[in-house]
């Protein structure tokens, strides 16, 4: 990128307001206009509209049919930068997440995935916390969907027909004395696991101990993991709400860093 991609005399504003611009494109895949875009980043469209020719001239961005989009020097950009994250999987960025989750929280904090079979859920990194008394997880433990905030996670988020399909066959065994076993229960907690973006299990897989979860989706907007928190429920219950705000912002920052751009509702 050289530097007729940005007006003379630019700083990092305009840089900012490029990427702004590329990350605006790309949650449109439809494409956006000028119109749209202008009010949306808040940008005069004269200075919107020669930052937009600057990216078509080199590839990052084009017009067509009154809409811009994203250029082909976009894409192979992306590609370029997830197949670095690949050459590690999901562990590069999902370790740093980790990290960063478990050091502001002073958690234990896990990431889990669905089994192949969709059987269970099974951990595949963590950070433990530093404190004495905490959580400890084993990467590769397996762990029952119906009671884990993990597992609720996957069935409020994943595609049909999966999700009914064990909620209506599958066994829900008590693996503590509150446990959630009926099926009419688990329907209404998974409906509101959907509706505020997150799971919770407390004391229900492992006695005393509340677990906290978020979605990871990746650039189809498919959920391909969550990213989680888990505590002594004695010590987590009081702050649950903030515990809570920490993994749904670590589940956003690493389904961005996956290629994930929910849909923006532009100003009108």
């Known amino acids: 990128m050289d530097g007729g991609l940005l007006p003379r005399g630019s700083g990092p504003r305009s840089v900012a307001r490029v990427l702004q611009v590329l990350d605006r494109l790309a949650a449109a895949p439809q494409g956006a206009s000028l119109a749209a875009l202008a009010p949306a980043m808040e940008v005069p469209k004269t200075t919107l509209l020669g930052l937009l020719r ?3 001239l080199e590839g990052y961005a084009i017009q067509a049919g009154g809409l811009w989009h994203l250029g082909p020097e976009s894409t192979s950009l992306a590609r370029a930068i997830l197949a670095r994250q690949q050459e590690g999987g999901l562990g590069v960025a999902g ?5 960063r989750l478990a050091e502001s929280s002073g ?4 990431i889990a995935v669905l089994t192949p079979d969709r059987s269970a859920m099974v951990y595949t990194d963590k950070v433990e916390a530093r ?8 990467v590769g433990d397996r762990r029952p969907i119906h009671c884990t905030a993990s597992g609720r996670l996957m069935l409020a988020f994943s595609p049909p027909p999966w ?11 008590a693996l503590t004395s509150t446990s959630v076993t009926d099926r009419r229960s688990l329907r209404r907690i998974v409906a509101e696991t959907r509706e505020r973006g997150y799971a919770l299990s407390l004391g229900e897989s492992t006695e005393g101990v509340a677990g906290i979860a978020a979605p990871v989706f990746d650039a189809h907007g498919a959920i391909i993991a969550a990213v989680m928190l888990a505590a002594p429920l004695a010590r987590a219950q009081p702050k649950l709400a903030s515990l809570s705000r920490e993994v749904r912002q670590a589940g956003r920052e690493l389904s961005r860093q996956l290629g994930h751009r929910p849909a923006r509702r532009e100003k009108s």
Request: charged residues 30%.
């Open 95 to 99: 370790r740093a997440a980790l990290e």
């Open 163 to 173: 999700p009914e399909e064990f909620l209506r066959k599958a066994r829900l065994p």
């Open 107 to 110: 958690e234990s904090a896990m």
């Open 131 to 138: 404190t004495a008394l905490r959580f400890a997880a084993t």
């Open 54 to 56: 600057g990216l078509a």
